[in-house]
């Protein structure tokens, strides 16, 4: 008998940040879809959807009326980590569970939340450790106003100045502003080896644009001199940035489109953001399957209880293991530079902050 279970998706389809949300919503439907036509399988997901509209303050209510008016016990969303500590509260009360696909700036370990993409040693650490092996140690910071920014930058400053280092210059905006002049200003005062961008939405599409500019005025500012570096950029977006404004940026991932090896899949996916919704959905549904009253359990029970194992998350942080990749875009499209051996997310970094790095430079960033 095929077990009918109810489970939440609570992504905005409008807002700042709603590209990678239908990201993560396309891998989720995906794997949803999957499992349901999977005759092996005798569990059917029943989707319970709720768009926030990007309002931050809709997402804990929107969450309480998913686990008040359904017997979904597990929810697949938020995109900020501003929306995801505030759900938290009301997964605690209702015994629920978030299983959160995005990368973030690490520092939590709670136990409703699973966090099935990057955190900081799993994206920062090695970024900068490759950075600082081609391109120095003098960085410029931008984020946008909020968790993820600060929290991302305040590490970037210890590791930085850790390594010898020096932060030339830190600037912030508010979530959806594109007033970036000033940044701009800056970066081109202080003539950093590399600029860490923690912006997101708008404010980052309308930077990377703007830095295009610098450089076609100054050859400093060219990627193969003064990059921008990601850890949150993705395929996803690529279509919202000016031709050619992203050319030569960065980033730090899990998965870029075509690379191999990510847990548990053989399929290409869009991005991260849709891999890691995808990944979350199928590891729920082998963790719900195999024993009676699985749907009901709490999620230290649920891996407890697991007859197949824990699926790569670890029962005391609840984060997973995942492949570390650095990616340049070139012509359009991401290009793999460095693949970094798969790691556990160490959230609280108890294995150290130092920059991760290569064990010697195998393709040069051009």
Known sequence: MTAQVELGLL?????????????CRTGALTAIAEINADPARALNFVPVERDPCGNTDAYGPLCEEILRDSSARHVIGCVTSWSRKEV??????AGGTLWYPVPYEGFEASDHV????????????????????????RGYLTGSNYI????????????????????????????GSVDVGRMIEEIRATRPA????????????????????????????????????????????????????????????????????????????????????WSAVHRLARLLSGHAGAATESLAQLLAHAPGG???????THHTELPVLIA???NGAFVLRERFEARMGDPYLSHGREAVLPAAPRLKVV
């Open 11 to 23: 992504y905005s389809r409008s807002g700042s940040y709603a590209l990678i949300s239908e990201a």
């Open 88 to 93: 938290i509260p009301t997964l605690e009360r």
């Open 114 to 137: 699973v966090y099935t993409h990057a955190c900081p040693n799993q994206h920062l650490l090695p970024l900068l450790g490759w950075a600082f092996a081609r391109l120095g140690r």
């Open 148 to 175: 993820w920014g600060w929290e991302m930058n305040r590490l970037a400053r210890e590791v930085i100045s850790g390594a010898g280092g020096e932060v030339l210059g830190e600037r912030y905006l508010p979530l």
């Open 194 to 277: 590399f600029i860490l961008n923690n912006l997101i939405g708008p404010s980052q599409y309308a930077f990377l644009a703007a830095y295009r500019r610098l450089g076609e005025e100054i050859a400093h500012f060219r990627p193969e001199t003064c990059p921008i570096l990601s850890c949150n950029l993705t395929e996803c977006e690529l279509a919202a940035i000016e031709p050619a404004a992203a050319e030569g940026l960065i980033a730090a991932g899990p998965y870029f489109r075509g690379a191999t090896g990510w847990p548990g899949a053989r399929r290409s996916f869009g991005s991260s953001h849709e891999a890691a919704a």
């Open 310 to 316: 824990t699926e790569g998350i670890d029962p005391a």
């Open 328 to 330: 340049q875009i070139e």
